[in-house]
């Protein structure tokens, strides 16, 4: 086996919203994730709020924000699984206890945007917000552990969202770059490592490659979003830079390998396209500081036109960020052909690779897929990568008080094998956190019975259960990965 480079930063990760709770305490206002409901694999997740002085509910794509001209309102017949999820806000100190017992060098967590201004327009952030964050960061210091923190991770404030039509005008810019400077001026000397927004393509996946049909009027506002928040992501880098020099700032990318579906030239085109509008069109603004040659053709594929200023082009030069992070959990065959064989499940759409398994959530298992996207994003943009989301979901059945979970096990393995193999192919991979390191909250599905965790929670999709955790069978096969920086992968 690979051994992995010295200093390699092995742990976990999690988002606020999913496992948090404590909507409602500490000061926190409500963010766009309070209102929205628990889903399952067959029913999506709604957004609720009252539009036209009407009670109404539409689905939710995460990082989704609510329609044009809707309030966001929480319904008592609706089960809001965000509201306690697995309650971190009460339980962190023997969470990070349990993630310092499996070695973690590294806790990827998100901040809720809400704690620190709770409706975004507050001139002086909320100090209990602030507090509880140095308190955590503090816990994790305290075992050697080094945060990794997602400014925004779906966890836009619901106040914000309704008066500016989820980014879709400038003001959010510099709600966020108040924020996020904010961040920076406290935690310094605390946090190291940050991450601007969680996934920020899934704005156009979100359009196509996740089983949406995008009208041009949706298109047009989610180009826009992602303008705003590639020059709010710009400027936040630079102000980073600028409170501390020795902050690491990175980009964040939903990770997804396309494969054309026969080597028809057809395919093969449509291929490369899904590329560049789904994965490169992002990371080539953030890494590169500029729209990439085939922006314009996108665009124009859907009559968009931007409001770009030259100050922001001039800014995005400025912001560029200093590694690159992605999730990676599937990848998606693309073809121009009709298919008997579809995908269908949980944010998973189109043709099935016949030589991949499929989870029940109909998502491949594909760990061939991430050695092939780390080498093909390390050579495009030369930055220091990390894995910061990977993992299998997955029913745990509880049986004597632990999960045996060897698919797990042996999904992770896979997984960690393609990372060793992309390192000896010259990747410079610097971290690898797994997806859900505690069970929570799935932001696709609202369910708590998708688990990915090497700790089992006690709570149920109706939001039942002691919230009691206790180490699965993975969690101990991950301490030894650890402690052997990743040469011993055995059961």
């Not at 996020?180 to 001026?185: N, P, Q, S």
């Not at 980073?240 to 080597?263: K, L, R, T």
């Not at 590329?275 to 590169?288: A, R, T």
């Not at 149920?460 to 069978?473: A, F, Q, V």
Request: charged share 25%.
């Amino acid at each position: 086996m690979t051994k992995f480079p010295k200093g390699f930063l092995w742990g976990g990760a999690t988002a606020a919203n999913q496992v948090e709770g404590g909507y409602d305490e500490g000061g926190k206002g409500l963010s766009v994730t309070d209102v929205q409901t628990a889903g399952s694999l067959e029913a999506p997740r709604y957004l609720t709020y009252t539009l036209d002085g009407k009670k109404q509910k539409s689905p939710a794509l995460p990082g989704q924000g609510l329609p044009k001209g809707a309030k966001g309102a929480i319904f008592d017949d609706e089960y809001y699984p965000n509201h306690v999820a697995i309650d971190f806000y009460h339980h962190y100190k023997e969470d990070i206890k349990l993630f310092a017992e499996m070695g973690f060098k590294v806790y990827r967590l998100s901040i809720a945007w809400t704690r620190i201004f709770p409706t975004g327009l507050e001139d002086e952030p909320n100090q209990e917000g602030l507090d509880f964050y140095r308190r955590v960061f503090e816990e994790l210091k305290k075992y050697d552990i080094e945060p990794l923190v997602t400014i925004s991770h779906y966890e836009d404030p619901l106040t914000l969202s309704e008066k500016y039509n989820d980014w879709g005008d400038r003001g959010m810019i510099d709600a966020y770059v108040k924020y996020a400077t904010t961040l920076f001026k406290e935690y310094k000397g605390l946090v190291k490592y940050w991450l601007t927004f969680n996934e920020i393509n899934t704005a156009l996946l979100g359009l196509s490659t996740f089983g949406g049909n995008g009208k041009d009027e949706d298109f047009q506002h989610n180009y826009q979003k992602l303008h705003y928040e590639f020059v709010a992501s710009a400027r936040a880098v630079k102000a980073a830079h600028e409170i501390d020099p020795n902050y690491v700032v990175g980009n964040m990318i939903c990770g997804i390998v396309f494969y054309p579906g026969s080597p028809d030239p057809k395919d093969v085109l449509l291929n490369r396209y899904s590329w560049e509008q789904n994965i490169f069109y992002c990371g080539d603004v953030q890494c590169k500081g500029k729209y990439p040659t085939f922006a314009k053709r996108l665009w124009a594929e859907h009559n968009v036109h931007l409001d770009i200023t030259d100050q922001d082009l001039q800014e995005l030069k400025e912001g560029t960020v200093d590694m690159y992070t992605f999730s990676y959990y599937m990848s998606n065959m693309v073809t121009t052909h009709e298919v008997k064989d579809k995908v269908g499940g949980n944010f998973a759409a189109g043709a099935k690779n016949p030589y991949l398994n499929y989870s029940e959530w109909g998502w491949a298992t594909d760990p061939t897929g991430l050695q092939y996207y780390l080498e093909t994003i390390y050579d495009r943009y030369e930055l220091p990568v990390m894995v910061v989301e990977n993992g299998l979901g997955a029913v745990d059945k509880l049986e004597d008080g632990t999960v045996h979970d060897s698919y797990r096990i042996d999904y992770l393995r896979q997984h960690i094998e393609a990372m060793g193999k992309a390192i000896e192919n010259g990747v410079d991979l610097r971290g690898y956190t797994t997806w859900g390191c505690i069970d929570c909250v799935s932001a696709g599905t609202g369910q708590m019975s998708k688990r990915y965790g090497f700790i089992y929670v006690d709570r149920d999709d109706k939001g039942e259960g002691t919230l009691k955790r206790l180490p699965k069978d993975s969690f101990y096969w991950y301490k030894k990965v650890i402690a052997s920086d990743g040469t011993d992968l055995s059961d």
